[in-house]
């Protein structure tokens, strides 16, 4: 069987090349049709667990409470904020903002109820209150009350006085929510392998219409920010101002990622040329590798886009892996034919096609076959986002492989043969340096391999999982400082949102026994025994969260959040109580609490409760937005102790506490990659072990080659450790780009040692041959790489920053590792026997 593939290949590849070119070439303008639809994902979906329970929780609360998504725009006019001029600027600001399509209402200092400015009484309550635009409204009382009242303080206005900000409060997607809903429905029952043939097609159907909803969705999300953007630059020339929010955030990744595909990808394209113009000096050897790499890059692209796989925030770095791989094949390819022509100057062309096919094709197979294992770990995230990349990498490395073995032969059958560049004389080769160290300073190698791994052992003890976004932009761009204005000025950034579910009833009535010594509630208990306080929806004025025992422990909770540096704005249910408590002048009894929850308008129930109260659920909400910019911020150490503090000094039930948001969820998303990455890789080790005892056929040599492997992977993670580079949702997957570069060196070297060894059965001699060899395909594949990638550090996006400098410094510890640490171990323990 393998004699007729071997035949097949030699009669369609080698005897007639211009019909594999043309094939291939067939190939790519059928993909790159479908270029035009290429899309980036970059939606909650593309960010969060598929069975996420927390995912389903967050919905139902986004849909409870009707808390949508907002944009903020801060605003520091040139002159005093509460100037007629900038007053006059912030209406028309919150005019124009109103206006954008998507936004539900906007909410600013000129909109929202004074209380304080005089301060009411309890009973002014009932009225509608004034607000800043009102008639006869004392500026400066507006401006303190702004600073100093619980419900505006780090919300409205900075320490200074001069910044405040505009919320534009954005439409809740109902639809997106039902769409989402009987698709996540539909799927749990096709998991279960529980549809019929009605509900198949059902599921179908609605999958296709969320996913047509969701892109729609985006689009339209891009574009709001766009026009919001754009009413903010009008202002610019009489105020600083800035955009912020998640949906900003998302189509400002959106935007850097595509540049940095562009630009980036472009400039990678130009350094590749360049160098293996300096190494190759001949075109073929310039524009068949880099052909290879470009047709494998459209082929997946157009395939990914007629299947509508959209490519994410983690896998966005998929087209240069596939740049990694596919280009490495192709310079072992050049290298080993340049090297046959070089000792063969007389064999004919397709002797020396077929000898660099016959000669590299099983450790290229070899070495793309144990990549996908060190890809294979991201299937099992969970995250559909980062399974289709795992997939996405599996069909890219058996695209790379394929073309890379079509093309190149193929385009050097219709080349002409030209004059060998490479004499065969490898004494000079650069390489040589290495093995040449590997054998007088053998110990050296060892001990400082030693130290490399109990430095990289104590970095894996600071590596952690993390992921602030503003982390993801220089400081000097304009998203970064709009940020940072907000988390600085105006109470953080990243919203948190904290569910507190009513205790058991038997405690409830502990709790409020209070209540039934109530003189004042006895004399009235028998008269409006019937509820004349409940309102026409049927709620009674018994709402355990509006009592003064469930009041004062929100209250207790809102304190000790407020009193955390890692907290910026706090809002619940407490601001209203410690507002009723102020303007009564002391506290007051839970029959006057029902009295004021059902006499309160709407402008001020729409600030201070019915954002914090479902009162069929018995449930409330703390609303927290945490300072991104914080040091010391760890969002699971803060989540915990948060919980702890409930707990153990506030007396909540642990089944009580909730916590909700895209916080939680992202949270959840890198716990899972960190599962899927860093706590497999002792199982893709021992995957690749087998794959190394197949290869090698022999446990000892499998052993020698999995350990500068693994050196390899332990120095790069240990080194972000050290370097306090945490592993998120872009930096994740160096752990398989790692192992996978480590392992195509490993299996090329001892290939290459195996065959020399068998010459004269001299270690060292086979080392020196061995790097002479294909060490030098080796360097030339990190170099290149190292070098490409390098152009990467010039992104104003710190992931691609940290993917170029990573990527590099894989290939660097890959590369020290095969051509220095691998040598001196065959060298100590003489894997393949005894010398002659």
Request: overall charge negative.
């Amino acid at each position: 069987m393998l004699r007729g593939l071997a035949a097949f290949y030699q009669g369609i590849v080698i005897q007639r090349p211009w019909f594999s070119l043309l094939l291939v070439l067939a190939l790519t303008i059928a993909a790159a049709a479908g270029l035009p639809n290429f899309k980036l994902d970059a939606s909650s979906e593309s960010l969060t667990l598929e069975n996420d329970k927390d995912l389903d929780y967050f919905r139902e609360i986004f849909g409870r409470y009707q808390s949508g998504d907002f944009l903020v725009v801060t605003y520091r006019p040139n002159e005093d904020l509460f100037s007629d001029e900038a007053i006059e600027d912030l209406r028309s600001l919150s005019d124009d903002l109103a206006k954008v399509e998507g936004v539900d209402s906007v909410l600013g200092m000129l909109d929202v109820p004074l209380l304080y400015s005089p301060k009411l009484s309890l009973t002014d309550l009932s009225a509608e209150p004034r607000t800043l635009m009102s008639e006869g409204v004392d500026r400066e009382l507006a401006k303190q009350e702004f600073w100093q009242s619980p419900i505006y303080r780090d919300m409205l206005l900075s320490p200074d006085g001069r910044t405040t900000a505009v919320l534009a409060n954005l439409k809740v997607d109902n639809t997106y929510l039902k769409l989402v809903k009987q698709r996540d429905e539909l799927r749990s029952l096709f998991k279960k392998n529980a549809l019929s043939p009605e509900q198949q097609l059902e599921y179908e159907r609605v999958s296709a219409e969320f996913l047509a909803y969701r892109t729609e969705a985006a689009i339209r999300d891009k574009a709001r920010v766009a026009e919001v953007r754009e009413i903010v630059a009008s202002y610019s020339d009489r105020a600083e101002m800035f955009v912020g929010g998640v949906t900003m955030i998302t189509a400002d990744m959106i935007d850097f990622i595509q540049s940095d595909l562009v630009v980036f990808g472009i400039g990678i394209v130009l350094f590749i040329i360049l160098l293996l113009a300096v190494i190759f000096r001949q075109w073929r050897f310039i524009i068949l590798p880099l052909s290879t790499c470009l047709i494998t890059a459209v082929l997946m692209l157009g395939m990914l886009s007629w299947l509508d796989w959209r490519l994410t925030v983690i896998s966005s770095n998929f087209v240069a892996l596939l740049l990694i791989t596919t280009l490495a094949i192709t310079i072992h390819l050049v290298v080993r034919f340049r090297e046959s022509y070089g000792e063969h100057p007389h064999w004919s062309k397709d002797q020396l096609v077929m000898d660099m096919v016959h000669y590299m094709l099983r450790p290229c197979l070899f070495t793309a076959l144990t990549t996908v294992v060190a890809f294979a770990s991201l299937v099992v995230s969970g995250i559909r986002p980062v399974i289709d990349f795992g997939w996405m990498m599996t069909m890219g490395l058996a695209v790379g492989f394929c073309i890379a073995f079509v093309l190149l032969p193929a385009g050097l059958m219709v080349w002409p043969l030209g004059d060998p560049k490479d004499n065969g004389d490898q004494s000079k080769a650069f390489t040589l340096r290495f093995s040449r160290f590997a054998e007088q300073r053998g110990t050296l190698v060892i001990v400082l391999s030693l130290v490399a791994a109990a430095v990289s052992a104590y970095g894996l003890t600071l590596l952690k999982v993390d992921n602030r976004f503003i982390d993801y932009f220089h400081k000097d761009t304009e998203i970064y400082q709009g940020m940072e204005a907000i988390d600085r000025r105006l109470g953080g950034t990243m919203p948190l949102e904290l569910i507190i579910d009513v205790v058991p009833e038997s405690e409830v009535a502990t709790e409020s026994s209070a209540e039934e010594d109530d003189e004042f509630a006895d004399e009235f208990g028998d008269e409006f025994g019937d509820d004349l306080f409940a309102d026409e929806s049927g709620e009674s004025e018994s709402v355990y969260w509006f009592t003064t025992a469930g009041l004062s422990k929100v209250e207790g909770l809102h304190d000790y959040l407020e009193s955390l540096p890692e907290v910026g704005k706090v809002q619940s249910l407490a601001i209203a109580y410690k507002v009723a408590k102020d303007v009564n002048g002391g506290s007051l009894s839970d029959f006057e609490l029902a009295i004021l929850r059902q006499a309160l308008p709407d402008s001020i129930n729409d600030v201070l409760v019915k954002p914090y109260l479902a009162i069929e659920q018995e449930q409330t909400r703390i609303a927290m937005r945490l300072v991104e910019t914080s040091p010391d911020l760890d969002r699971m150490t803060i989540m915990n102790k948060i919980r702890d503090h409930a707990i153990n000094e506030l007396g909540f039930e642990p089944e009580q506490i909730h916590f909700s948001g895209m916080l939680v969820l992202y949270n959840n998303m890198l716990n899972s990659l960190f599962d899927s990455q860093i706590m497999t890789l002792g199982a893709v080790f021992i995957a690749i072990m087998i794959m190394f005892v197949v290869l090698f056929r022999s446990l000892s040599l499998a052993l020698v080659a999995i350990v500068p492997n693994m050196l390899a992977a332990f120095m790069v993670l240990g080194g972000m450790g050290l370097a306090g580079i945490p592993l998120d949702m872009m930096t994740i997957t160096i752990a398989a780009i790692t192992v996978g570069i480590a392992v195509d060196h490993e299996i090329h070297y001892i290939t290459c040692f195996k065959r020399e060894f068998a010459k004269d059965g001299n270690y060292v001699a086979t080392m020196h041959r061995s790097h002479g060899t294909i060490g030098r395909a080796l360097y030339y594949t990190a170099i290149t790489i190292i070098v490409g990638f390098s152009v990467l550090a010039l992104s104003e996006f710190i992931p691609s920053i940290y993917f170029g400098l990573l990527t590099g410094g894989s290939m660097i510890a890959a590369t020290l590792a095969s051509l220095v640490l691998l040598p001196k171990l065959l060298l100590v323990f003489k894997p393949l026997g005894p010398e002659a």
